[in-house]
């Protein structure tokens, strides 16, 4: 099954950065999820702009990868990276063809789910929190969204299948056109996980497109055979150096025994750390 990893440095150079750069505990993820891939029979690509592209060229880390594509645009084709830190992944995918699987560079499936006609997305999300707004909160410059049902669950898509071309062109149409078209505002992050998470799962409820799940949300914070999310544990490792000495030590570990032809990734993972 063909995959691929997105990484776009629009974001960050929003925010003021200079140069892309990838934390030593994303790093290592990254590895875990794109090797553990190939390990299962799969093909995972990097899709990116230029400027990760030669990042990771530059720290030698590119071999991780079946390839890399640099088919994502520098300026997201006009999109607020900003409201939309995502978008490169809509964007990427948009050019890929179905089946495809979209990983999370922070996801790592050490066991492939069976694959057949159905969406498969990490797990669902609630809409009681307050982050899922009513359609009419969205304001866009013309964009009109087709009849969509706003009680569907969210779909969280750090893990992303999808088995046909005509739902791909759907979702990606749907969601990029919304991007396009957002009146720019502060609400980032109801804009973003509306443009990601929701339309997918009601571009599947409009188009009678059957969804699995590979993870309940309620098991989220409970140890993981089969699949590992960074997501939060990031944070926490930023905020308590202990905890991040201890998770690179078992990365390491992890690496030299699982993957023991890339030990070398863990000297370059060392040498980048600021």
């Not at 093909?43 to 702009?49: Q, S």
């Not at 590119?62 to 809509?90: H, Q, R, S, Y």
């Not at 308590?240 to 370059?268: G, M, Q, V």
């Amino acid at each position: 099954m063909n995959a691929i990893h997105i990484a776009s440095f629009a974001p960050a150079a929003a925010k003021g950065a200079r140069f892309p750069h990838a934390e030593d505990f994303d790093l290592y993820c990254t590895a875990f999820s794109a090797l553990q891939w190939r390990k299962n029979g799969g093909c995972i690509t990097l899709c990116c702009d230029k400027a990760f592209a030669e990042y990771y060229r530059k720290i030698g880390f590119t071999d991780v990868w079946n390839g890399v594509n640099v088919c994502v645009a520098d300026d997201l084709e006009g999109i607020d990276p900003k409201m939309f830190w995502a978008g490169a992944k809509l964007l990427a995918l948009r050019g890929m063809n179905a089946p495809i699987v979209m990983i999370d560079t922070d996801f790592i499936a050490w066991k492939n789910p069976e694959f057949g006609n159905e969406i498969i997305a990490a797990h669902r999300e609630d809409i009681s929190d307050g982050i899922y707004p009513p359609l009419s909160f969205f304001k866009t410059r013309g964009h009109v969204l087709p009849n969509f049902s706003e009680s569907v669950l969210p779909l969280n898509t750090a893990f992303l299948y999808i088995p046909d071309n005509d739902f791909k062109e759907f979702y990606t149409s749907q969601a990029i056109s919304f991007m396009k078209s957002a009146v720019k505002c502060d609400d980032f992050l109801k804009y973003m996980v509306f443009a990601e998470q929701r339309l997918v799962a009601m571009c599947a409820d409009f188009t009678d497109t059957p969804v699995k799940t590979l993870l309940n949300k309620d098991d989220l914070f409970r140890p993981q055979s089969d699949f590992t999310h960074l997501w939060g544990a990031k944070q926490a490792m930023r905020d308590h150096p202990e905890l991040r000495t201890d998770f690179l030590a078992k990365c390491k570990k992890r690496l030299l025994n699982d993957f023991p032809e890339y030990s070398y990734i863990a000297d370059i993972i060392e040498s980048t750390r600021e």
